[in-house]
């Protein structure tokens, strides 16, 4: 159990990207959307991420999307933004583009598409932290890189000062142990973060310091409650927020083919009037029936949006300056 708490922790939801079309960001949905999370009491942002389906962005939207993200903002908490790409020099200029705009960190995960060995990855690391104009956390996702992170080759990057963390999504609490030990004896300083969001009380109860949970674009304060109580160590307060986490995994069960935890957060989000369903990601289009099951969940297990709602099109909201 930590006692002290990194610079990033606590609930930084994977922001998802409201689109009116492939190519088109939703810019008044962007604005509910983040009035929603920070209302429901997160303790960051990261964007461009694998819930904000960033490989499949055109380069102008990313931009977008960081730059009006953390003019939204307006330093109310961090905005940690992902670089992660097939080319060193793109991520080194997605970086310049998130630290002139404002960011407080960037991540990484490997270069995807090729398989990668360990000492592969240990020779891009060092060479993207040198050209950052950022800190960086690295990015364990081996389902969408082809490749895991191992803790010994964490642990031998180590000495590199220009990292400040972790956050892993491979859904092995045996590697995050590894990493949570390296963290405890080696570097105190670093944030360890979560993604699978069903696995925050482990993740907490062997070192973590909190998650990156896609479910919090659509029930923030949900997530936040959780943490809260596994902090303070209630752990009856802490079992009943589970469940309801839990409950809200169902909205991930409602597509049938891949990227349906996508596809669930964006019609989740539909139906609280935020931003529409539409994805960048040639993702399955839910038909009527999924929808309403989407709609019954989302009652049932009482989502409120924080934001007053309108229509989502851009119409209504100036964009920020």
């Not at 097939?86 to 991540?107: I, K, M, N, R």
């Not at 360990?118 to 969408?144: C, D, F, G, H, I």
Request: hydrophobic fraction near 45%; proline fraction near 7%; glycine fraction near 12%.
């Amino acid at each position: 159990m930590t006692t002290t708490a990194p610079r990033f922790h606590g609930i930084i939801p994977p922001l998802a990207t409201p689109l009116l079309d492939r190519d088109t960001l939703d810019v008044a949905g962007l604005e509910r959307l983040v009035e929603h999370v920070v209302g429901g009491g997160v303790h960051g942002l990261f964007v461009l991420g694998t819930t904000g389906e960033a490989p499949m962005l055109p380069p102008a939207v990313r931009r977008e999307v960081v730059q009006r993200t953390i003019e939204l903002i307006a330093g109310r908490m961090p905005v940690l933004v992902g670089i992660s790409d097939t080319v060193l020099a793109e991520s080194v200029g997605l970086a310049q583009f998130a630290a002139d705009s404002g960011a407080d960190a960037v991540v990484a995960a490997a270069p995807y598409y090729f398989p990668f060995g360990q000492a592969a990855v240990e020779e891009w690391v060092r060479s993207l932290v040198t050209k950052l104009p950022l800190p960086l956390l690295l990015y364990n996702m081996p389902e969408m890189v082809k490749g895991v992170l191992a803790s010994g080759t964490v642990g031998r990057l180590a000495d590199l000062s220009g990292i400040v963390g972790l956050k892993d999504s491979g859904g092995d609490l045996e590697t995050f142990a590894g990493y949570a030990r390296l963290v405890r004896d080696i570097r105190p300083d670093w944030s360890l973060l979560i993604g699978p969001e069903q696995m925050l009380p482990e993740a907490h109860a062997l070192g973590g310091h909190g998650g990156v949970c896609g479910g919090a674009n659509v029930h923030p304060q949900l997530f936040v409650e959780l943490q809260a109580a596994l902090e303070r160590g209630d752990e009856a307060r802490a079992a009943g927020l589970q469940q309801k986490v839990l409950a809200l995994g169902r909205l991930y069960d409602v597509g049938t083919q891949p990227g349906r935890v996508i596809v669930g957060v964006k019609a989740a989000l539909s139906v609280l009037g935020i931003c529409g369903d539409t994805s960048a990601a040639w993702f399955e289009h839910l038909d009527a029936v999924q929808k309403a099951r989407i709609a019954e969940i989302v009652a049932e297990i009482k989502v409120s949006s924080r934001t007053a709602l309108r229509p989502h099109t851009q119409a209504g909201i100036q964009p920020p300056r």
